[in-house]
């Protein structure tokens, strides 16, 4: 129901910074939750950051203080600040978006390939 497509990821030197950004299209949908997860090879999905139409965020505990997630006031585009990037932090971003109308949906980006290099 709704199509995101991420921007942003690219290599980049350990302490610098990113901003990822992710937008949303489709005929008719309403985001209700939107959020960026990452997966580094060999391991499985993580959660990232997450944000509500309240505004009300979580973070996982590795970016908290480092990273800081945003939305537009449509909730049609949602953005991922990274700051003091880790080689840790190295892996394909995907953003996310659930709804509920005008039916429920769980939508995912291709992703974006981010590398921290030391």
Do not use: H
């Not at 489709?26 to 580094?40: C, H, K, L, V």
């Not at 997450?50 to 505004?55: A, K, L, S």
């Not at 590795?62 to 953005?79: G, L, P």
């Not at 003091?84 to 394909?92: A, F, I, M, Q, Y």
């Amino acid at each position: 129901q709704v199509q995101l497509v991420e921007s942003g990821g690219g290599l980049v030197q350990a302490g610098g910074s990113l901003r990822l950004s992710c937008a949303a299209s489709g005929s008719m949908f309403s985001n209700n939750i939107m959020g960026w997860y990452r997966q580094a090879p060999g391991k499985a999905r993580e959660l990232v950051a997450t944000i509500t139409r309240g505004d009300s965020t979580n973070y996982a505990d590795s970016v908290k203080v480092r990273f800081t997630i945003s939305r537009d006031n449509a909730m049609s585009t949602v953005w991922l600040q990274m700051n003091s990037l880790k080689p840790e932090d190295t892996g394909v971003y995907y953003c996310n978006a659930r709804g509920s109308w005008p039916t429920s949906y769980n939508s995912w980006g291709q992703g974006t390939q981010v590398t921290v290099s030391s």
